[in-house]
C-alpha cells in the first residue's frame, strides 16, 4: 500500500505540474520542483559539506546534473504526450538497465516485449504521436538510467539523505536559469498570484518528490527488494490512470495493449534480475 501510495503522490504531482505549464513552463515548473525539493531535503538531512574527496563531489555533481535534465524532458515530453504514454516511454531507461542486470537469455524476450509495447503506443503508427515529445521522453529514459547508476555511486559516498541533498541543490541550481527565463512573466510581479504559484509548486515538489520517497524507505523495511521493484514497475499504468481521471487524457486501445506490454516487460526484466532488481528500478527524486 505504501508502494502504491507512493506512485500514485508522483502521478498526481505531475498532473499538478501539467495544469500549471501555461503559467509557469515546463522549465519554469522543473525550477520550481527541483528548489523546494532542495530545499526540504536540506532541511531533513542538514547534509555535512565537510570531509568528503573529489570523486565523492564528482558523483554528486553527475547525479545533480542528471536530475535536472532529466525532470526537464520529462516535464518537455509532458507537454506533448499524454502522461502514461510519457512514463511508458520514460520507464524504458530503468527497465533496459534490468535487462542488462539480469544476464540471462531470456532477458530478449522481455525487451521484445517492450519493443512491441512501445510500437502499440503509437497505434501502429508513431505519427499519431508528437515526434519532439518522443524524443524528450527517450532522452528522460535515458537520463533516468543514469541517475539510477550515479544515485548508487552517491548512495556509497554519503550517509543517509545527504548525497540526495546535495545532489538536489546542485539540481535545483543548474535549473535555475532555464526557469526563470520560462516562469519568470508568470511569477512577476510579485503578488498573492505569485505565493499561490508558488505555493503549488512546492506542493508538486511534495507530491513527486518528498512523499514517494519516504513512503519506499518505509516500505523496503517490510517488502524484499524483489517484491518492491515489481510494484515499481506498474508507474506506467498508474501515470496513464492519473492522466484519466486528473487530465482527461483518453488512451486508445492500443495504447493500452502497450502501456500493458511495457509492464508486463518490466515485471518479467526485474524478476530476471534477481537481487539486483533495486538498484536498477527504484527513483530517488
Given at each position: 500500500?505504501?508502494?502504491?501510495?507512493?506512485?500514485?503522490?508522483?502521478?498526481?504531482?505531475?498532473?499538478?505540474?501539467?495544469?500549471?505549464?501555461?503559467?509557469?513552463?515546463?522549465?519554469?515548473?522543473?525550477?520550481?520542483?527541483?528548489?523546494?525539493?532542495?530545499?526540504?531535503?536540506?532541511?531533513?538531512?542538514?547534509?555535512?559539506?565537510?570531509?568528503?574527496?573529489?570523486?565523492?563531489?564528482?558523483?554528486?555533481?553527475?547525479?545533480?546534473?542528471?536530475?535536472?535534465?532529466?525532470?526537464?524532458?520529462?516535464?518537455?515530453?509532458?507537454?506533448?504526450?499524454?502522461?502514461?504514454?510519457?512514463?511508458?516511454?520514460?520507464?524504458?531507461?530503468?527497465?533496459?538497465?534490468?535487462?542488462?542486470?539480469?544476464?540471462?537469455?531470456s532477458a530478449w524476450l522481455w525487451a521484445a516485449l517492450a519493443l512491441a509495447g512501445v510500437v502499440a503506443l503509437g497505434g501502429g503508427g508513431w505519427d499519431r504521436l508528437d515526434l519532439?515529445?518522443?524524443?524528450?521522453?527517450?532522452?528522460?529514459?535515458?537520463?533516468?538510467?543514469?541517475?539510477?547508476?550515479?544515485?548508487?555511486?552517491?548512495?556509497?559516498?554519503?550517509?543517509?539523505?545527504?548525497?540526495?541533498?546535495?545532489?538536489?541543490?546542485?539540481?535545483?541550481?543548474?535549473?535555475?536559469?532555464?526557469?526563470?527565463?520560462?516562469?519568470?512573466?508568470?511569477?512577476?510581479?510579485?503578488?498573492?498570484?505569485?505565493?499561490?504559484?508558488?505555493?503549488?509548486?512546492?506542493?508538486?515538489?511534495?507530491?513527486?518528490?518528498?512523499?514517494?520517497?519516504?513512503?519506499?524507505?518505509?516500505?523496503?523495511?517490510?517488502?524484499?527488494?524483489?517484491?518492491?521493484?515489481?510494484?515499481?514497475?506498474?508507474?506506467?499504468?498508474?501515470?496513464?490512470?492519473?492522466?484519466?481521471v486528473l487530465l482527461g487524457q483518453r488512451l486508445s486501445a492500443l495504447e493500452v495493449v502497450g502501456v500493458a506490454l511495457v509492464v508486463a516487460a518490466s515485471i518479467g526484466a526485474v524478476r530476471a534480475a534477481g537481487r539486483r532488481a533495486r538498484d536498477v528500478t527504484a527513483p530517488l527524486g
Amino acid at each position: 500500500m505504501l508502494v502504491v501510495a507512493g506512485l500514485a503522490c508522483q502521478e498526481v504531482g505531475a498532473s499538478l505540474a501539467v495544469l500549471l505549464f501555461p503559467q509557469v513552463g515546463a522549465l519554469g515548473m522543473v525550477m520550481l520542483r527541483l528548489v523546494f525539493s532542495a530545499l526540504i531535503l536540506l532541511a531533513v538531512s542538514r547534509p555535512r559539506v565537510r570531509g568528503h574527496d573529489r570523486a565523492a563531489w564528482g558523483a554528486v555533481m553527475r547525479l545533480g546534473l542528471a536530475l535536472a535534465v532529466m525532470n526537464g524532458l520529462f516535464y518537455l515530453a509532458l507537454e506533448r504526450l499524454p502522461l502514461g504514454v510519457t512514463v511508458t516511454i520514460e520507464v524504458l531507461g530503468p527497465l533496459t538497465l534490468s535487462i542488462l542486470a539480469s544476464r540471462r537469455a531470456s532477458a530478449w524476450l522481455w525487451a521484445a516485449l517492450a519493443l512491441a509495447g512501445v510500437v502499440a503506443l503509437g497505434g501502429g503508427g508513431w505519427d499519431r504521436l508528437d515526434l519532439v515529445g518522443v524524443l524528450f521522453a527517450l532522452g528522460a529514459a535515458a537520463m533516468w538510467a543514469l541517475y539510477i547508476l550515479s544515485s548508487a555511486r552517491v548512495g556509497a559516498a554519503f550517509p543517509k539523505l545527504d548525497g540526495l541533498a546535495l545532489a538536489m541543490t546542485v539540481g535545483a541550481l543548474v535549473s535555475l536559469p532555464f526557469g526563470i527565463a520560462t516562469a519568470g512573466p508568470g511569477l512577476a510581479p510579485f503578488g498573492l498570484h505569485t505565493l499561490g504559484l508558488l505555493g503549488l509548486g512546492a506542493a508538486v515538489a511534495v507530491l513527486s518528490s518528498t512523499l514517494p520517497y519516504a513512503f519506499e524507505l518505509v516500505a523496503l523495511r517490510r517488502l524484499q527488494a524483489s517484491a518492491f521493484a515489481i510494484l515499481m514497475s506498474l508507474a506506467p499504468a498508474t501515470a496513464a490512470l492519473a492522466g484519466l481521471v486528473l487530465l482527461g487524457q483518453r488512451l486508445s486501445a492500443l495504447e493500452v495493449v502497450g502501456v500493458a506490454l511495457v509492464v508486463a516487460a518490466s515485471i518479467g526484466a526485474v524478476r530476471a534480475a534477481g537481487r539486483r532488481a533495486r538498484d536498477v528500478t527504484a527513483p530517488l527524486g
